[in-house]
């Protein structure tokens, strides 16, 4: 996977190779790999050069636009099994619809495309010659497919439609672009269903989003909050909107993690999505759309990496194990890399996912730092004393333990080490996550959360003018504070006031900046 490629940030000692007299190469522990910045000291800074070095990106010419190396299709890949195959389970069938909208679909929905109009990117020439009508980028695929649900959907024997597409979208307003989190093309999925009850759509709402929990803290090792958004988030032109929050306590900023929502029947009467029911009446459909993005891979990234780069979940790595031979001196080095070939061998044909470094021009120690800043869950180092005691020595990538571990218990010990490192990932993360929860009751106590970077637990009256009012007071360099999302579980609401007006509370919700 990785061919010593990228190597800017330090190429790292080699070993001598005009050693005289035919000796063998000498291994040598130092290395030039490393990051630049510390995650604590610059985080921006440090986010890029690790999704770099990581090999997870490279930079484009095109502001805003990044090359996905496969290191990243790898995990995106994974996630993309899952939930193709989860969704399938609920008899949503996959399609794919043009990139292009024309102007007059895409404007059929007042407050949807206001809500995306910043971000529209338009093509409005072909060779030198202008186009008659400019034609639109999809944002996103409701104005694409909807004047076909449309045509498609009659009477009530075509109901459910249940729909997903795996695509890319364009979106072009920002000027602060970041690798997976603001890019201004991006790979998703979406899915749009059409219903005959309000029911069912409700239903199908909330498992979608369970499947978006699952993504992030079963495979991403990522805590999450279900919840629902305010009438001031919800997306443009929908009923209503739930989504899964995560948090990166380093910038005390929350992020959106993917989005399920119940578009009611606004899309319906503006598009004439309506069928003919049992009684021969004539109805509209409910509609729902859900999404979730490569940004996925950019949370992942910012919870769990650190000085040393990149951190993989193992459920997610493309190589699971790295098997390094540590050939010392006078070493039968062959019987070593032949170890290190069975050792692979072994346990691919178990199931993980491991491959062993045999290049002969890095040293052991360039090729741990190397292997640390792609974040491999494990590592496995084979040397004499390890071929002579019939063992191998076990790091691991999230604390750095080493084990030594019997070769006829290799498969076993592995599958162990592989769950519980997924687990102690998720189980850190929460930790961290949950100590920056703060819950407040008055306006006072939450600017001073606000300032300790908190992602704030607060009761409100749900009244969309008071949440305007906090983003406008609480604006600056690091952006406004807003709600994340309204929590499933609520603390009791009974005598509580809102921490912003002292009126009524009628919903905690959790606030803070976000990306």
């Known amino acids: 996977m990785a061919s010593g490629e990228g190597k800017k940030s330090g190429e790292g000692k080699k070993p001598n190779a005009n050693a ?158 970041t690798p997976f989190i603001r890019s201004r093309e991006f790979l998703w999925q979406e899915g749009h269903t059409a219903f005959a009850t309000k029911e069912e759509a409700d239903t199908e709402v909330l498992e979608i989003l369970e499947l978006y929990r699952r993504v992030y803290e079963e495979y991403l090792a990522i805590p999450v909050i279900k919840g629902k958004k305010s009438e001031l988030e919800k997306f443009a032109g929908g009923y209503y909107t739930t989504s899964v929050e995560a948090f990166i306590p380093n910038t005390g900023r929350g992020i959106q993690g993917a989005t399920s ?12 999505i309506t069928f003919e029911n049992e009684k021969g009446e004539k109805a509209m459909v409910w509609q729902n759309s859900w999404a979730y993005s490569t940004r996925t891979i950019g949370v992942m990234i910012m919870v769990h990496g650190d000085d040393k780069g990149l951190v993989m979940p193992p459920k997610v790595a493309s190589v699971q194990i790295i098997v390094v031979p540590v050939p010392f001196k006078d070493a039968d080095t062959q019987a070593i890399f032949d170890a290190c070939d069975a050792t692979v061998k072994t346990l691919n044909e178990a199931g993980f996912r491991a491959e062993a470094d045999l290049r002969d021009n890095y040293s052991p120690g360039w090729k741990y730092s190397h292997w640390e800043m792609k974040g491999v869950p494990l590592r496995i180092e084979i040397g004499p004393k390890d071929l002579a005691n019939k063992q191998v020595r076990t790091v691991r990538r999230d604390n750095s333990a080493k084990v030594d571990i019997p070769m006829v218990d290799l498969v076993e010990q592995v599958k162990a080490m592989l769950d519980n490192i997924q687990q102690n990932l998720f189980d850190v993360a929460k930790q961290k996550r949950d100590a920056c929860i703060k819950t407040v009751r008055t306006w006072d106590e939450f600017i001073e959360a606000l300032g300790q970077k908190k992602m704030i637990l607060a009761p409100w009256c749900d009244e969309m003018e008071v949440e305007k009012d906090v983003k406008a007071r609480t604006k600056g360099e690091t952006g406004a504070a807003k709600t994340l999302c309204a929590p499933f579980h609520q603390p009791d609401l009974e005598g509580v006031s809102c921490f912003v007006t002292g009126k009524p509370a009628k919903k905690w919700s959790y606030w803070g900046r976000s990306y």
């Open 20 to 177: 005289k007299g035919g000796k063998k190469k000498e291994v040598k522990k130092e290395t030039g790999l490393g990051l630049s910045y510390k995650k604590e000291d610059n985080f921006g800074e440090w986010y890029s050069e690790v999704c770099v070095n990581g090999e997870m990106i490279e930079y484009y010419d095109i502001s805003g636009c990044y090359i996905l190396r496969p290191w990243t299709m790898a995990v995106w890949e994974t996630m993309q099994t899952f939930f193709d195959a989860e969704i399938k389970k609920m008899k949503i069938k996959n399609c794919y619809f043009p990139l292009f909208v024309s102007p007059s679909v895409l404007q059929k929905e007042k407050d949807h495309i206001e809500g995306f109009a910043p971000e529209v990117a338009w093509v409005t020439k072909s060779g030198q010659s202008d186009l008659e009508v400019p034609i639109a980028i999809r944002p996103t695929s409701e104005t694409v497919m909807y004047p076909y649900y449309s045509k498609w959907i009659r009477g009530h024997r075509d109901l459910p439609l249940r729909l997903n597409q795996w695509c890319n979208v364009v979106r072009w307003e920002f000027s602060h672009p």
């Open 261 to 272: 929502h119940c578009l009611g029947q606004n899309f319906a009467k503006m598009f004439d």
